[in-house]
């Protein structure tokens, strides 16, 4: 009789702490918390051999055994005000690069790098060194412009929309339809106009049919089966707005009833977009001639993520993309595509947002960069 296979028991056992070896090194590799939300997105600092300059890292939200390091060619250069610690809600650390004397002009490029129990955040830094003598020999103009706001939005929306539905009119009984709607009172501001549709079923044409947008009258006349459409200006909607329809017997035939029967009725408003603003700035002829380069810094103040905004001075894009959700900090010295931005006397700064968004802003900032 043939030997039957025996089942090696320690290949068993070995597979299986293979396994939960293998299990328990992905389990432990895993993040235990969510990435925390870290501002700015990246940083492009002056500063000329010998000196220092500081920029503020703020991070958000929940974030445990949080520390602060650097990497490339400012690792050396950078301090921190504060490391190893917790973030709660939100946190500031002032980081401080202080360029040796003697450094060689040009540009050195490193990391930020923010870690933390739900892994690690990279903030790419660029340091641009001059000599004393030649940042000394620069100067600046500050142009503030405060607050403003752009949203794009859609063009039109439906904002009310009722279906199956009937009034009449007789001798001894009648029935009217009245409605309440809305209009967001951040979009009355951008109306252009409102349409009413209405899609008739059924009706016997005998009474007019009348309909009262906010108590003022815009249809009295008979309509047969089919769709119509009422055209309102915009200075006859608000935020809140009351439609009403009903039926009238004409005095020669009292005796009868007039019925319409309603398949659908809605009401559609369209919008003007106000999704972009321009500034106006001015230069003295030799601050436009001698220009080195120009940083632009604001303050965002709504929540939402904006998409695709872009930065025109003139008509150079000099931004296009993802603004940070909070501090806006930039400077720039070439258009989008790599071509030195040209400045004048008289000059514009656009923004506009290329999606639906919104974008509200305050404390905008233009600092103006030249060679004295």
């Given amino acids: 009789m043939p030997e039957v296979p025996r089942v090696d028991e320690f290949a068993f056992i070995l597979i299986g702490c293979v396994l939960l070896i293998s299990i328990l090194t992905i389990f432990w590799a895993m993040p235990t918390e969510p990435l925390p939300y870290v501002e700015p997105s990246s940083v492009i600092l002056k500063i000329p051999a010998g000196s220092s300059k500081s920029f503020d890292v703020i991070i958000k939200g929940k974030a445990t055994n949080v520390t602060m390091n650097a990497e490339g ?3 050396y250069w950078i301090s921190f005000s504060k490391n190893y610690f917790n973030v709660v809600e939100q946190t500031k650390v002032k980081a401080t690069i202080a360029v040796p004397e003697g450094t060689e002009d040009g540009s050195y490029i490193g990391n930020v790098l923010v870690r ?29 412009f405060g607050s ?24 001894f009984s009648q029935q009217n339809a009245k409605f309440e709607f809305s209009i967001p009172e951040d979009k009355v501001d951008k109306l252009e106009k409102g349409v009413i549709k209405l899609s008739i079923e059924e009706t016997n044409q005998v009474g007019n049919l009348i309909v009262l947008l906010n108590g003022e009258e815009i249809l009295d006349r008979k309509v047969g089966n089919g769709e119509i459409e009422i055209e309102v200006s915009k200075e006859k909607l608000g935020t809140s707005n009351t439609i009403e329809l009903y039926t009238i017997l004409p005095t020669s035939q009292f005796w009868t009833t007039s019925i319409y029967r309603i398949k659908k009725l809605e009401i559609e408003t369209f919008y003007k977009d106000v999704y972009s603003k321009t500034f106006q700035f001015s230069l003295d002829p030799y601050q ?15 929540p939402e993520k904006v998409e695709n905004l872009i930065i025109k001075i003139n008509d150079q894009i000099i931004f ?3 603004p940070p959700l909070i501090i806006f900090d930039r400077t720039f010295s070439k258009d989008f595509t790599g071509k030195p931005i040209i400045l004048y006397e008289d000059n514009t700064i656009t923004f506009e947002l290329k999606k639906e968004g919104k974008l509200d802003v305050e404390n905008l900032r233009l600092v103006i960069n030249y060679y004295s």
């Fill in 148 to 171: 403003f706001s752009i949203e794009k939005t859609k063009a039109s929306e439906k904002i009310f929309s009722r279906e199956d539905f009937e009034i009449y009119k007789g001798l």
């Fill in 288 to 302: 436009a001639e001698n220009f080195l380069n120009l940083s632009i810094s604001f303050v965002k103040t709504n």
């Fill in 320 to 322: 296009w993309g993802t």
């Fill in 116 to 144: 933390s129990a739900g892994g690690e955040i990279s903030i790419p830094v660029e340091v641009q060194v001059f000599s004393k003598e030649e940042f000394e020999n620069l100067s600046s103009k500050t142009i503030l």
């Fill in 73 to 75: 060619r400012i690792k």
